[in-house]
Antibody
Framework: EVQLVESGGGLVKPGGSLRLSCAAS????????MNWVRQAPGKGLEWVSS????????YYADSVKGRFTISRDNAKKSLYLQMNSLRAEDTAVYYC?????????????WGQGTPVTVSS | QSALTQPPSASGSPGQSVTISCTGT?????????VSWYQQHPGKAPKLMIY???KRPSGVPDRFSGSKSGNTASLTVSGLQAEDEADYYC???????????FGGGTKLTVL
């Protein structure tokens, strides 16, 4: 059974940093592109960042470029999102999601999400 | 990275059919057959319902179907049931520089 479990969310002051983690199980982690998607309170979904299986290709949304860094450790079957220079508008639930097999920009499995609140 | 355009709301009675549209551009929806649809119930993570425009993941009822014409993709829910009441989001691949983009979401109400 595929499982994605996020952790690391919490309350942080504007300008602060936070590192999110996503522990994966139930599939060959290194074979899949992994993604972070966020959802601000009462708002829609926003694609934040993606990383291919070998970390050879990385994508960031313009809203986080230069502030967030995605990475993965295939040996530990873990995905990370380092978030620096956090702003109030980064407040959201952050989901870890796995790509569909053999497809692209298709998010087949999702974690339960970890909430991030940026506030003084 | 402009969001795709969805109607904010849609509704139908049990047993009826409802179609939700998702309009993009030739750089996303119209340029690739990588349109997906997600269902999200309150407080839950999104669930993939349709991918590659028309394909259904295992376990998704065949009451859910997808299509595309030009720059507009559509999700049709036939034989509406109470449990179909949820928010629905479309997404599309938008090229190697933009990767993925979501629509603003549509709240489906079963009357």
């Amino acid at each position: 059974e595929v499982q994605l479990v996020e952790s690391g969310g919490g309350l942080v002051k504007p300008g602060g940093s936070l590192r999110l983690s996503c522990a994966a199980s139930g599939f060959t982690f290194s074979s899949y592109t992994m993604n972070w998607v966020r959802q601000a309170p009462g708002k829609g979904l926003e694609w934040v960042s993606s990383i291919t299986g070998s970390s050879g290709y990385i994508y960031y949304a313009d809203s986080v470029k230069g502030r967030f860094t995605i990475s993965r450790d295939n040996a530990k079957k873990s995905l990370y999102l380092q978030m620096n220079s956090l702003r109030a508008e980064d407040t959201a639930v952050y989901y870890c999601a796995r790509d569909c097999e053999g497809s692209t920009s298709c998010l087949e499995y999702w974690g339960q999400g970890t909430p991030v609140t940026v506030s003084s | 990275q402009s969001a795709l355009t969805q109607p904010p709301s849609a509704s139908g009675s049990p047993g009826q059919s409802v179609t939700i549209s998702c309009t993009g551009t030739s750089s996303d929806v119209g340029g690739y057959n990588y349109v997906s649809w997600y269902q999200q119930h309150p407080g839950k993570a999104p669930k993939l319902m349709i991918y590659e425009v028309i394909k259904r993941p295992s376990g998704v009822p065949d009451r859910f179907s997808g299509s595309k014409s030009g720059n507009t993709a559509s999700l049709t829910v036939s034989g509406l049931q109470a449990e179909d009441e949820a928010d629905y989001y479309c997404s599309s691949y938008a090229g190697s520089n933009n990767f993925g983009v979501f629509g603003g979401g549509t709240k489906l109400t079963v009357l």
